[in-house]
């Protein structure tokens, strides 16, 4: 086995020369990202609906208007497909820039703990509006 920039090479020399790989994770990230994306064109849709119905409206209606269980699971939904969108797309990033071993998989564990702070953060805060504390 050889070193391919760090990472050690896991594959048959044929399928190499070939350019052939792995086809299991690859298809299953494709279909998630574009499942995120299409969720997301809807979703974008309703909360810029929702942030231009509470333009001008005072903090006891947009908190009412939040905390409505449509509207906070709607938003929380919102929140759920983008960060998950967002971390899929950054790890692509990486993948086809990134080359040295330390520093993908540092990028690898950075994206994943901040999408998962943000969005855990941003969803406790549709639910803590929502239950009005």
């Not at 070939?18 to 849709?45: C, E, I, P």
Request: hydrophobic share 60%; charged share 10%; with cysteine.
């Amino acid at each position: 086995m050889s070193a391919n920039n760090g990472r050690p090479l896991l594959r048959h020399p044929l399928k190499v020369a070939l350019g052939l790989g792995s086809a299991k994770d690859g298809t299953h990230h494709f279909l998630v990202q574009r499942v995120t994306a299409v969720a997301l064109v809807f979703l974008v849709l309703y909360v810029v609906g929702l942030i231009i119905s509470l333009v001008g409206a005072d903090f006891a209606t947009v908190r009412a208007r939040v905390g409505h269980p449509v509207n906070a699971t709607l938003l929380i939904a919102f929140i759920v497909a983008n960060f998950w969108h967002a971390r899929l797309g950054l790890q692509v990033i990486v993948e086809d820039y990134v080359h040295t071993a330390v520093r993908y998989s540092i990028l690898q564990l950075l994206i994943t703990f901040a999408c998962w702070i943000a969005g855990l953060a941003s969803v406790l805060a549709v639910v803590r509006v929502m239950l009005g504390a």
